[in-house]
């Protein structure tokens, strides 16, 4: 399916899925606008890591919260790894946990956060369930197939059957600018097929076929297609080293 986004632009602007529109459901691709961070994190940074000042990712977060009318918030201190959070009711207040990449909720009134600057982030929403997910898969998580575990996750935790599941890859490192010097070492023999240029991969047809093989329907899933190092109004560790986070963000009502 061709990526429909929107751009919203009323409050804290963000970007949308036209194939996440559902009752009850609420998503988002934050920018780098519309934040109170200064410098080389300006403005809309939702990192505590990054050497921003926590009092400027509170207020933040805290925009990104009245952008869906929401009072709670939880994302994962990622690490490249593949534990998936399961948030079985509201928390009584906001939550970052340590040493998650994907978090998997039925719960409602909370946004689900991933942080990103080059890494993808991974929209999952079963409509019959009303369940969400959402993963932060880097190269990292690609190779240990966070997707897939995702998906089986939901299934098991949450009764979801991956043929509901509507999924969509947010901005993220492109085919263009995805280059792996060290790919011999780094990545595995299967991921040859992804190669597009000497040292360059796809990996939004990665997760597109992660997404299939975990029983996901093709005409479900959504590319953004919008490489986050080539467009200035996503930060890019790549591009600028010291720089911000953006947010991903799925939620039920
Ligand atoms: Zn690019």
Redesign the pocket.
């Known amino acids: 399916m061709r990526a429909h986004l929107f751009y919203h632009s009323r409050g804290t602007p963000h970007f949308i899925f036209r194939s996440l529109f559902f009752p009850h459901l609420f998503h988002g691709v934050f920018t780098t606008n519309g934040g109170v961070s200064k410098g080389p994190w300006r403005s809309l940074n939702v990192s505590f890591n990054v050497g921003d000042g926590s009092q400027n990712v509170l207020e933040n977060r805290q925009r990104i919260k009245e952008a869906f009318g929401v009072s709670r918030l939880v994302s994962a201190n990622q690490v490249h790894g593949n534990n998936i959070l399961f948030i079985s009711q509201q928390p009584s207040s906001d939550v970052e946990e340590q040493g998650y990449d994907a978090i998997i909720s039925a719960a409602k009134g909370v946004a689900f956060m991933i942080q990103q600057a080059d890494c993808q982030a991974v929209f999952l929403y079963d409509p019959v369930r009303h369940a969400a997910g959402i993963i932060h898969a880097g190269w990292r998580g690609s190779v240990q197939n966070i997707i897939g575990d995702t998906v089986r996750a939901m299934k098991e935790n949450l009764g979801v059957k991956p043929a509901n599941l509507y999924a969509a890859v947010s901005p993220s490192?492109?085919p263009?600018?995805a280059e792996f010097i060290n790919y011999q070492k780094e990545l595995p023999q299967m991921f040859k097929k992804y190669r597009v240029r000497e040292n360059n991969f796809d990996f939004w047809s990665i997760s597109r076929d992660q997404l299939v093989n975990a029983s996901v329907k093709p005409e479900k899933i959504d590319i953004a297609g919008i490489?986050n190092?080539?467009n200035p109004d996503f930060y890019s560790f790549r591009r600028e080293g010291i720089t911000g986070r953006f947010a991903s963000v799925i939620g039920l009502y």
Request: charged content about 0%; some cysteine; glycine content about 14%.
């Open positions: 490192l492109g263009c600018c490489c190092l080539c």
